[in-house]
């Protein structure tokens, strides 16, 4: 069987993937089990060099890549090269972990105790469609890094880098089987991950529905799982802050890849002394947010994934109170302008639920109390930002909002060296920095009697 995709900005079909079947999908878990003992026995400064060496591979094709990602999910050519470059990065620092996987030697009475760092055996990694190659690499490069082996299966909506990436880690000399794409559904390729007895862990990403499902799925076999699902993050601005920087960086920081971000912050807080002044410092931030063809380099936003996601998207505007709209093209493709809108309470559907697309929902606070309460809740721990200018408050609202990562007068989430993960039902486990590599060994203690 086969699947078409399809280019996002213009609906027309790029090519068509293998969609892997039951049969096909064991195949590559017996090959994964088969390659797990010679991989996780090649010595640590060899695997460290494979890593390296697939890093450099990623970086010679960076452009072929990015361009990929920009025909297939519709990304911003600026984007998809950071992306690429991500992945490159990942595996570059995850490269240091081989050689530094360093047990304990824990005093203990009658002999010597020691603990090893020992890998899970094959890892199976669910990828979403928003981004395809760094949650790819968040999983696949530590997963490796620790000596395990790894199955991974792409959106059936955007396969196309996964695949690449799959065909260049032979290129670099990564032995067979240890890192295989697996295309197709998730309810046939990924489902396989979590019944199948030789996947001993499966990373996913994507809805907190499926998530659940897959947590209750893999209870079964007591199969280890890290989860990184939704997200409703707040932006909360104080009446304190640099006005004028908050209301520049807030379009972006939920307008970025067309809001289809877990990391979104599509929650804006406004402190209500300076609600109107920001709004109206906002409106022409939001109306000048380039939203074009994505392969042009001036674009800061791409088109919606697909006609369905644009319909589901378009359904929290209907009937809502609408303060500004930006731009996007007419004509074919998913496009969807940035959409502001005016949240009258804390019960308001687009206030309450992920949205997953360019639409900001606004509610004003009256103090630093109101901010943190009303930033929690919500069901949701991923991400969010604070901007302020009192350093005691930022520390305070900081520790007290329920969140996994959070920014201080910026709005970035995602730094490769430092631990990324939700609280609440935002997940479970952390990807990226040194934690990752706990989600990817368990820990074995060895005693020698002298
Ligand atoms: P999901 O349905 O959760 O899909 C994510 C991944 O899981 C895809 O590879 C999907 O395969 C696979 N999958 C689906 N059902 C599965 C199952 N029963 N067992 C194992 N794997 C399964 O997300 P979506 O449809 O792409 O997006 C729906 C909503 O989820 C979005 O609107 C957004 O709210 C949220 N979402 C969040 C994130 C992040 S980063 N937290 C990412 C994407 C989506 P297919 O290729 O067959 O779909």
């Known amino acids: 069987m086969t699947t078409d995709v399809i280019n996002p900005a213009t609906g ?3 090519t068509s993937v293998p969609s892997l079947g039951l049969a096909e999908v064991d195949q590559a878990i017996d090959r994964a089990q088969r390659a797990f003992p010679g991989w996780r026995a090649v010595a640590p400064g060899e ?53 530094r996987l360093i047990g304990k030697q824990i005093p203990v009475a009658g002999g010597l105790d020691v603990t090893f760092h020992e890998p899970l055996g094959v890892v199976g990694i669910i990828v979403p469609w928003n981004f395809p190659m760094p949650i790819a690499g968040w999983g696949f ?65 994507g809805s907190t529905e499926v ?56 929650r804006l807080l ?21 939203v074009q063809d994505p392969s042009d380099a001036a674009a800061e936003m791409g088109p919606l994934i697909s006609a369905a996601h644009r319909t589901t998207v378009a359904s929290y505007v209907e009937g809502a109170d609408v303060a500004f709209v ?11 302008p940035p959409t502001v809108l005016l949240a009258h309470s804390p019960g308001d559907r687009h206030w309450r639920e992920e949205v997953f697309g360019p639409v900001l929902s606004v509610l004003p606070f009256r103090d630093e109390q109101e901010a943190v309460r009303l930033a929690n809740d919500t069901e949701y721990g991923l991400s969010g ?41 935002s997940g479970l486990g952390r990807e990226l920095g040194p934690d990752a590599l706990h989600g990817f060994t368990d820990v074995k203690n060895v005693f020698l009697a002298s």
């Open 47 to 99: 695997r460290a060099r494979l890593l390296r060496r697939f890093a450099a591979v990623v970086e010679e094709h960076l452009d072929e890549l990015a361009d990929l990602e920009v025909r297939n999910a519709g990304h911003t050519i600026g984007n998809a090269r950071w992306e690429a470059g991500n992945v490159r990065d990942v595996l570059n620092y995850y490269a240091g972990a081989p050689e």
């Open 385 to 425: 930002s604070l901007w302020t200018r009192d350093l005691g408050r930022a520390l305070r609202v900081s520790r007290a909002v329920e969140t996994g990562a959070l920014s201080v007068n910026s709005h970035s989430s995602v730094r490769y060296w430092t631990p990324f993960g939700g609280m609440k039902q």
């Open 141 to 205: 490069a530590p997963a490796l890094a620790a000596g395990n082996t790894v199955v991974l299966k792409p959106a059936e909506l955007t396969p196309l880098t996964a695949i690449r990436l799959g065909e260049l880690a032979l290129e670099a000399g990564v032995p067979e089987g240890v890192f295989q794409i697996v295309p197709g559904k998730g309810s046939i390729v990924g489902q396989r991950f979590v019944t199948h007895p030789a996947v001993r862990k499966v990373c996913f990403t």
């Open 326 to 336: 930006g731009n996007a093209p007419e004509g074919d493709g998913w496009w969807f």
């Open 12 to 14: 027309t079909v790029l």
């Open 270 to 290: 406004v402190q209500e002394s300076v609600y109107d002044k920001f709004l109206a410092l906002l409106e022409p931030a939001v109306r000048a947010f380039r």
């Open 211 to 266: 998530g659940k499902s897959i947590m209750a799925g893999c209870a079964d076999q007591v199969k280890r799982v890290t989860l990184e699902l939704g997200g409703k993050s707040a932006n909360i601005v104080f009446a304190d802050a640099d006005l004028e920087k908050a209301a520049a960086a807030a379009p972006a920081s939920v307008f970025d890849n067309a809001g289809q971000d877990c990391c979104a912050r599509s």
